[in-house]
Nanobody, 112 residues
């Protein structure tokens, strides 16, 4: 069984930064790609960023490319999402994903 626990969300002003973390239990962490998704009430969950199992490959949604950076530390079973130059439209619940497993989500609110 795999458990994913996100942390690092909160309230930040436009232009600010946050770093999300997702800690995974279980032994499959280093085998699979990992991803961050986000969801706004009433809308579909959307892919924000993805990273390959070894960390050498990444891809991003157009809306966050150049502002967000995904990384992972396989020794710590943790994936990160560094979010810079935040905008109000980045407000959402952010979820990490590993294979078929999802975390509980962490709320990011970008507002004055």
């Amino acid at each position: 069984q795999v458990q994913l626990v996100e942390s690092g969300g909160g309230l930040v002003q436009p232009g600010g930064s946050l770093r999300l973390s997702c800690a995974a239990s279980g032994s499959i962490f280093g085998i699979y790609n990992m991803a961050w998704y986000r969801q706004v009430p009433g809308k579909q969950r959307e892919l924000v960023a993805r990273i390959t199992s070894g960390g050498g490959g990444t891809n991003y949604a157009d809306s966050v490319r150049g502002r967000f950076t995904i990384s992972r530390d396989n020794a710590k079973n943790t994936v990160y999402l560094q979010m810079n130059s935040l905008k109000s439209e980045d407000t959402a619940v952010y979820y990490c994903n590993l294979f078929t497993y999802w975390g509980q989500g962490t709320l990011v609110t970008v507002s004055e």
